[in-house]
């Protein structure tokens, strides 16, 4: 599992890293002389508006620039109010909201209940484009009851409402919003968050300035940091020197062994930890193509997922805390319940034996899409190809991938899902398994199980359904889950930054030392 190949370029651009530090630190930090911080990553996303992309830079984005209705504190764990001030069920599927007064959206405009209904409803709505639809599908309609008052109707009972209200929600200015349009927003967004949007350049970054009138109960607290600016470096290597020479501040997503090395830089502060992000193989169910039909079989599919070595990718390439997963959840999630699912073994010879059985004695070949961590994406393959899998890989960026999953044409993809920071497993099963656009199972059984488990009150019964899906989606191999990922971070010691589990850098909480 191991990439002895990569180990001469690194300690290579690492003798080079170190020298640029010690250069580094003799001169002031650029970040912190200017109070920017730069932050890079390797992916941008395909539109800034928050619903309308579903990755982890969007994410990030999202927490900066707007505010939802609830807060979840990350050390406790309870729901506080952000631009919500008291909520209460006035049925199972009715929640009355009490908004808070004397906010403002970034343009100046006043914050009130016609924001709120016209987001939910706009993004529910049924040419709504919006990324993922899990994230809303719950909400029947939203209603004005006064000018800081509004009912949020459910289609079913949905137990993780709150979560949901806390996390992938956050509340558009309706004005504004009809004023633009959906093109015009994601090229000058607005929102009530810490930070406003300043500059979206495709293909390079966007560039953000500290609120100055972000209301003062905000459960964020004030930011710190006068200007934040997010840059797409796609190169790892290209990230790691311009962090090492002062020109970003803070990068993640570092390489294992890199990690470790930066701990020797003066300058740097390096971070590790396991994160609620697994990474999996989406495996197409339905032989779509002639490159997926071996798939139809779930012998097939099993032997897939005995091939994976998922120790092994945990161990030596992600490490940092890694651990094999077998269910599409992660284990802190409300109803991830996995007592009852198959924990596929390595077992090449008994792969093999399945893969013969199945008619495919001298194994066949297929693709494999992946936009990320190719290494990771190249050792799986390595692993198919010993049980006869010959994948041939197909590395491009997220949107291209979304494309060919969604239209059927991918056999196999290697993606990685962090559900939004929602600790339920509706955010990740259901995403995947309840017959969605991302559903490439389609299986009816599995789609019922979850459709009763998202809406059940009762919290044993909602656990037994869960455990139920789960239980059939590993007997059926309908996916490959993998490994839990490590985030390792790398930034300028000027900078107070916490890493979280839920793998949301808040940037918002940030300070210079």
């Not at 930011?223 to 290209?238: H, M, Q, S, T, Y």
């Not at 284990?331 to 077992?347: A, D, I, L, P, S």
């Not at 049980?387 to 290697?414: D, K």
């Not at 990685?416 to 389609?442: L, R, V």
Request: positive net charge; charged residues 20%.
């Amino acid at each position: 599992m191991g990439h002895p190949s990569t180990t001469l370029v690194q300690r290579g651009i690492l003798a080079l890293a170190l020298a640029a530090a010690a250069t580094a630190m003799t001169s002031a930090h650029a970040g912190r002389a200017n109070d920017t911080l730069t932050y890079a990553s390797d992916s941008e996303v395909e539109n800034v508006s928050p619903y309308h992309n579903n990755m982890r830079e969007g994410v990030i984005l999202a927490a900066m620039a707007w505010d939802t209705l609830i807060y979840r504190d990350t050390k406790t764990g309870e729901f506080k109010p952000q631009l919500a001030t008291a909520w209460k069920w006035e049925s199972p599927t009715a929640l009355n909201i009490t908004l808070r007064q004397g906010v403002l959206f970034q343009n100046g405009d006043k914050f009130t209940a016609d924001d709120v209904v016209y987001t939910f409803n706009e993004v529910t709505g049924p040419d709504a484009k919006i990324a993922t639809r899990q994230n809303t599908d719950w909400i029947k309609n939203v209603e004005k009851l006064g000018e800081y008052q509004v009912r949020i109707n459910l289609k079913t009972p949905f137990p993780a409402t709150l979560e949901y209200l806390a996390g992938p929600t956050p509340i558009y200015p309706a004005a504004y919003f009809k004023k633009v349009g959906l093109e015009g927003y994601s090229k000058a967004p607005i929102g009530t968050g810490p930070y406003k949007i300043t500059a979206v350049i495709p293909g390079q970054g966007v560039t953000m300035v500290k609120n100055p009138a972000y209301f003062k109960d905000s459960p964020v607290g004030q930011p710190k940091i006068g200007n934040v600016k997010f840059v797409v470096i796609r190169d790892p290597e290209a990230r790691l020197a311009q962090l090492m020479t002062g020109a970003v501040d803070w990068i993640w997503r570092v390489p294992a062994d890199q990690a470790e090395s930066l701990k020797a830089a003066p300058n740097l502060t390096v971070l590790s930890g396991e994160t609620m992000r697994v990474g999996f193989m989406s495996i197409n169910n339905n032989g779509s193509t002639p490159e997926s039909a071996p798939f139809k079989d779930a012998r097939v599919r099993q032997a897939l997922n005995m091939a994976v070595n998922r120790k092994g990718l945990a161990d030596s390439l992600v490490r940092g805390g890694s651990q094999p997963v077998y269910a599409p959840c992660f284990r802190t999630q409300f109803g991830c319940e996995t007592g009852k699912v198959v924990k596929y073994e390595y077992n090449p010879a008994k792969a093999k034996a399945l893969l013969a059985e199945a008619g495919f004695p001298n194994g066949f070949d297929t693709d494999l899409w992946a936009y990320r961590e190719r290494e990771y994406a190249e050792a799986m393959i390595g692993d198919l190809r010993k049980v006869g899998i010959r994948a041939r890989l197909h590395f491009v960026q997220y949107p291209a991938l979304r494309n060919e999953i969604r239209s059927g044409r991918a056999p196999l993809s290697f993606q990685a899902w962090g559900s939004f920071s929602i600790n339920d497993a509706s955010a990740f099963a259901g995403n995947y398994f309840k017959g969605g656009p991302d559903d490439t199972a389609k299986d009816p059984q599995t789609i019922a199980l979850l459709q009763t488990a998202d809406a059940t009150v009762d919290k044993t019964e909602r656990k037994a359904k869960y455990a139920q899906a789960l239980q059939r989606i590993s007997e059926q191999a309908m996916w490959a889950p993998l490994f839990s990922y490590s985030t390792n971070y790398a930034f300028t010691s000027d900078l107070k930054f916490d890493a979280q589990p839920d793998e949301l850098p808040r940037f918002f909480a940030a300070s210079w030392k």
